[in-house]
């Protein structure tokens, strides 16, 4: 006896049991009739099905929402845990990135989220080309919900389960935002506390002292100083232009594009500014002069990186940030760093021992190696950088808006699709660090390799 094929839908399932040959096949045996009523229901909601997705949902949304009620949701914004390094797992105003990234119910999109069954659903209701009474309500909703929040944008509000899973896909292709800290914005402006630290040399944390002394000895005064740095919401834009043939024949085919396309259209954007951005209209990277807390390591040689210098470079890391520091370099740099030897004597040794038949070595002195064009140019400040994220801070608006027009193309007989998402990043600290015993080498999380 075969095999019944499962079906997949009600109509299938009714045609099946329309079919005397198939219905003797399944009820032949209660064995048989369980696999078939076991096999069905896995295909129906089983992992991977749009069911199962949906339960998952609504389960989280479930979830936060009783932690909101129970008050932990409140502790965790208004308690912020300073230190960088302690950040991970910790419930607290600076989270994660997989938190930072994920389903937040207080987000301003989760107020939209009920009035859509799926992502397609958005999408076409947006297409201003879509004018059945439906979406033209959805619509309305949209653009109301979005004037509370950014009227400046405009637009449409993308519901908060879209926008976390964009969010989610595009944290697979960011270098930054895995190892950052990442900051939820309730506002466009956030100010974060600071320590004003420039030296531990004699003191810590900016000026607060520990002492060894005789019992009943007068008391020395401890001054540590506090600063703030602002996180202020920069805007993020992505434009796409969209033949309206295409629309109109697979706007499904369109939709999936949008979920694969622009998260990383966004992650590549993002990871340029919090790289090398230059602080105006975006955000200040921890790559460069411009970020006071860096420092540049003279190289031995223009235009080449040699052994010693990734040695002096190791040299200047926080001794705190060598467990959870990562190198950065350009694919300018990858032969130089392959063929790099030190000699010795006459003779020399290789420093990558590289079988070519092999993947190469992705780490340096135990701590991993990361490829980006994003780094600098060969001979340039940044073509090789070792830096420790957790002391970079991104501040998310958790707030997208998308809008749909055909006047931007209007001769192509094209739509563009605009999204806008807003995002600030900045480094923590303000200046590198002269060690407790008053050497001229400061030391950083930011350490790059000079031109």
């Known amino acids: 006896m075969t095999t019944p094929t499962i079906p997949r839908t009600s109509n299938e399932l009714a045609e099946m049991l329309a079919d005397p040959t198939k219905l003797q096949e399944v009820m032949a045996s209660k064995e048989t009739l369980t696999e078939f ?34 008050g932990m949701e409140r502790d965790a914004i208004k308690r912020p845990d300073l230190d960088p390094q302690a950040k991970q797992g910790r419930g607290n105003m600076l989270t994660s990135h997989r938190q930072g990234t994920a389903y937040n119910p207080a987000a301003a999109g989760a107020s939209v989220d009920k009035h859509f069954r799926n992502n397609l659903e958005y999408v076409s209701s947006i297409w201003h080309k ?11 909703l949209l653009r109301n919900a979005a004037s509370s ?17 964009l969010m989610q896909i595009a944290l697979e292709q960011s270098i930054v935002r895995p190892l950052a800290t990442v900051v939820p914005m309730d506002s466009a402006r956030v100010p974060m506390p600071i320590i004003d630290s420039t030296t531990n040399q004699g003191s810590v944390f900016g000026g607060m002292i520990a002492y060894w002394g ?28 969209v033949p309206n043939e295409l629309l109109q024949d697979s706007i499904v085919s369109f939709a999936s594009l949008i979920e694969t396309l622009w998260p990383q259209a966004l992650a ?8 090398s951005g230059n602080g105006a209209g975006k955000p200040l990277g921890f790559l460069g002069a411009k970020n006071k807390a860096a420092v540049a390591v003279t190289r031995g040689t223009a235009s080449t990186i040699k052994y010693p210098d990734i040695v002096n470079m190791y040299a200047r890391m926080l001794p705190s940030s060598l ?17 790099m030897s030190l000699d010795v004597g006459t003779g020399g040794n290789s420093v990558f021992v590289v079988n070519a038949s092999a993947a190469m070595p992705m ?51 094209k739509t563009t699709f605009r999204i806008i998402q807003r995002v600030d990043g900045r480094p923590w600290l303000q200046s590198a660090i002269t060690p407790a015993n008053g050497s001229a080498n400061k030391l950083s999380p930011f350490v790059e390799l000079a031109a």
């Open 37 to 70: 009523i076991t096999a069905y229901g896995q295909a129906q909601q089983g992992d991977g099905t749009e069911l199962n997705r949906m339960v998952a949902e609504e389960t989280q949304k479930v979830f936060a929402q009783m932690l909101k009620d129970n």
């Open 130 to 140: 879509n004018t059945t009474a439906e979406a033209a309500e959805k619509v309305a």
């Open 149 to 165: 929040v950014s009227p400046a944008d405009g637009g449409f509000l993308v519901p908060e389960t879209l926008r976390a899973q």
């Open 214 to 241: 005789e019992e009943g000895a007068m008391l020395q005064d401890s001054n540590p100083k506090f600063g703030r740095v602002e996180l202020d919401a920069k805007k993020l834009t992505g434009l796409s232009a």
């Open 268 to 275: 590549f954007s993002e990871d340029q500014a919090f790289i």
């Open 323 to 339: 467990s959870s520091a990562v190198w950065i370099c350009s694919p300018d740099a990858l032969p130089q760093l392959l063929q």
């Open 363 to 413: 780490s340096i002195f135990g701590r991993p190696l990361i490829i980006s064009e994003k780094a600098g140019q060969l001979g340039a400040r940044g073509d090789l950088a070792f830096v420790d994220l957790a002391y970079y801070l991104i501040g998310d608006r958790q707030t997208m808006t998308a809008d749909s027009s055909t006047d931007y193309q209007f001769g192509s007989d």
